[in-house]
C-alpha cells in the first residue's frame, strides 16, 4: 500500500507539470500556509508543555493530540508539490530537487521548386544537384518533435544542474527513413564545469539567427559533442570558457577550445580559438579555427547578429557547416581552408508575430589548380551562399505556425552551379 501511495504522488506530481502559473502560484501558497500553521502548532505545543510542568495534574492525552495534529500537517507538507527554482518548473515531493519537464510536438512540409539534395528533408546546399534542375519534391515529418528534462538542486556552493534532451531525427545515412530517437543533450553542471553532451563551446548559439528550417544556414558552427568545459565568469571583466571536446571521428587527441565572452546594455560580443585534429587512414594533420561573434539591439524588439568563422578543415562538417572534408594525398592529409559568415535581423513585432531574415555564406580560400582541390576533386565547394526570410505566428498560447522562403546557390571549383528555391510551412505545439 505504501508503494501504491508513493506511485500516486509520483503521478500527481507528474500532472501539475502541465497546470498554468496560476495553479502553481496557488500551490506555493498552500503549502507557505501549511508552515505557518506547523509552527503555530510547535509553539502552542511548547506552551503546553511548559504549562504540564507547572501543574502536574494536567492531562497527558492533550499533549499526545497536539503530536497527532502535528504528524498530521507535517505528513501533508512533506508530499505537497510547489513551484521550483526554475520557471516552469516543480519541486520534487519530499526533495530539494527542482524538475522541468519542456518540449514540442512539431510537423514540417517542404516544397522544393528546384532539385532536392539527397540525404535530408531540411536543406543541405553543400549537395545541391547541379545544373538547371525543375524536379523538386515535396516532403512532409514530424521527426524534429522533442522533448527534455531540466533539474536543478541547491547545495552548499551553488546548485547542480542537469539536462536531457531527445528528438526523433539520427542521421541513418543517405535516403532513409530517420525517425529513431536521438539524443541531443545530456550533461550535468555544478561550480562551473560542465561534463557530457551539448553544444560546442566553439559554436556562437547566442547570435544564431532563428528559422524555421531545422539546419539553418550554413557559414557557422552546429555541433554538440561530448565535452567537459569549465567556465570562469566575472561579470566586471568577462566569461571566459575552456573546453575539452569530443575528437572527429578517427582522431586520437580530443579538440581543444578556448572562449571569451561579453556582455553589454546594447548587445553582446565574442571570440572563440580551436585546435583539431584530422586523421585519415593513419595520417593526421591538427588544424586551428578561430571565430568572432556580435549581437546589436537596434530597438527594443529587433536585434541584428552576425558571426564570423575561420576553419582549417572540418571532418564532421559541424564545425563549419558548408566546409569541404579532409583529404588524403599520398601520405599527407590536405586541409581545406574555409571563411563562414551568417548575418540576421530578428524583430517581434507583437505577442504573436515575430520575423526573421538571414544569410549565410561561405568560401573556400582554395581554387581550381591547387594541391587541394587535385587530391579533393573539381565538384568541391568553393562558394555557398544561402538566404532565409520567416516568421512565426502564435493563433494562441502554445502553438506556434511557421512559414519560410529559402533559397541558395551552390558554385563549385570547376563554375558549376547549383540553385535552391523551397517554402518550409511548420507547426509547433509547446508544452511548458
Given at each position: 500500500m505504501k508503494k501504491l501511495n508513493h506511485t500516486f504522488l509520483a503521478l500527481m506530481a507528474a500532472g501539475l507539470c502541465s497546470l498554468p502559473p496560476a495553479a502553481f502560484a496557488q500551490t506555493a501558497k498552500d503549502f507557505e500556509d501549511m508552515r505557518n500553521e506547523l509552527k503555530a502548532?510547535?509553539?502552542?505545543?511548547?506552551?503546553?508543555?511548559?504549562?504540564?510542568?507547572?501543574?502536574?495534574?494536567?492531562?497527558?492525552a492533550s499533549a499526545s493530540a497536539w503530536n497527532d495534529r502535528i504528524e498530521a500537517v507535517e505528513l501533508k507538507q512533506k508530499d505537497a508539490v510547489v513551484l521550483g527554482d526554475i520557471p516552469g518548473s516543480f519541486r520534487l515531493p519530499g526533495s530539494e530537487t527542482s524538475i522541468r519537464v519542456y518540449g514540442y510536438a512539431e510537423a514540417n512540409m517542404v516544397k522544393d521548386f528546384k532539385g532536392t539534395a539527397p540525404g535530408d528533408t531540411f536543406t543541405n546546399l553543400m549537395e545541391q544537384p547541379l545544373?538547371?534542375?525543375?524536379?523538386?519534391?515535396?516532403?512532409?515529418?514530424?521527426?524534429?518533435?522533442?522533448?527534455?528534462?531540466e533539474t536543478s538542486t541547491p547545495t552548499g556552493i551553488g546548485t547542480f544542474n542537469t539536462k536531457i534532451e531527445a528528438d526523433f531525427y539520427a542521421y541513418c545515412g543517405s535516403e532513409c527513413n530517420r525517425n529513431r530517437l536521438r539524443l541531443r543533450h545530456a550533461y550535468g553542471?555544478?561550480?562551473?564545469?560542465?561534463?557530457?553532451?551539448?553544444?560546442?563551446?566553439?559554436?556562437?548559439?547566442?547570435?544564431?539567427?532563428?528559422?524555421?528550417?531545422?539546419?539553418?544556414?550554413?557559414?557557422?558552427?552546429?555541433?554538440?559533442p561530448a565535452q567537459v568545459r569549465y567556465t570562469y565568469n566575472n561579470p566586471d571583466l568577462a566569461k571566459f570558457q575552456f573546453a575539452i571536446e569530443e575528437p572527429t571521428d578517427g582522431a586520437k587527441g580530443p579538440n581543444l577550445v578556448a572562449r571569451v565572452d561579453k556582455g553589454f546594455d546594447w548587445g553582446n560580443l565574442n571570440a572563440r580559438m580551436?585546435?583539431?585534429?584530422?586523421?585519415?587512414?593513419g595520417a593526421s594533420k591538427r588544424g586551428v579555427g578561430f571565430g568572432l561573434g556580435a549581437g546589436y539591439k537596434l530597438t527594443g524588439t529587433a536585434t541584428l547578429m552576425a558571426q564570423y568563422t575561420r576553419l582549417d578543415g572540418d571532418g564532421d562538417g559541424a564545425y563549419l557547416v558548408g566546409a569541404n572534408y579532409p583529404v588524403l594525398d599520398g601520405g599527407t592529409v590536405r586541409l581545406d581552408k574555409?571563411?563562414?559568415?551568417?548575418?540576421?535581423?530578428?524583430?517581434?513585432?507583437?505577442?504573436k508575430l515575430r520575423a526573421t531574415v538571414s544569410l549565410g555564406m561561405v568560401r573556400s580560400r582554395h581554387k581550381l589548380g591547387d594541391a587541394y582541390v587535385n587530391a579533393?576533386?573539381?565538384?568541391?565547394?568553393?562558394?555557398?551562399?544561402?538566404?532565409?526570410?520567416?516568421?512565426?505566428?502564435?493563433?494562441?498560447?502554445?502553438v506556434e505556425l511557421g512559414s519560410e522562403l529559402i533559397g541558395g546557390r551552390r558554385t563549385t571549383f570547376d563554375g558549376q552551379r547549383g540553385d535552391m528555391l523551397r517554402l518550409n510551412l511548420q507547426a509547433r505545439y509547446l508544452f511548458n
Open positions: 502548532l510547535r509553539a502552542e505545543l511548547n506552551a503546553l508543555k511548559a504549562q504540564q510542568a507547572q501543574t502536574p495534574a494536567a492531562p497527558a545544373g538547371d534542375t525543375r524536379n523538386g519534391k515535396t516532403s512532409l515529418t514530424a521527426q524534429t518533435s522533442r522533448f527534455g528534462f553542471e555544478y561550480a562551473g564545469w560542465l561534463i557530457g553532451q551539448t553544444w560546442s563551446t566553439f559554436m556562437d548559439v547566442d547570435n544564431l539567427p532563428e528559422t524555421v528550417d531545422f539546419n539553418g544556414p550554413p557559414g557557422a558552427t552546429f555541433r554538440r580551436m585546435s583539431h585534429e584530422q586523421r585519415i587512414d574555409s571563411h563562414g559568415v551568417v548575418l540576421g535581423l530578428t524583430n517581434a513585432f507583437n505577442d579533393y576533386g573539381a565538384e568541391g565547394n568553393h562558394k555557398l551562399y544561402q538566404w532565409h526570410a520567416g516568421m512565426y505566428y502564435l493563433p494562441i498560447p502554445n
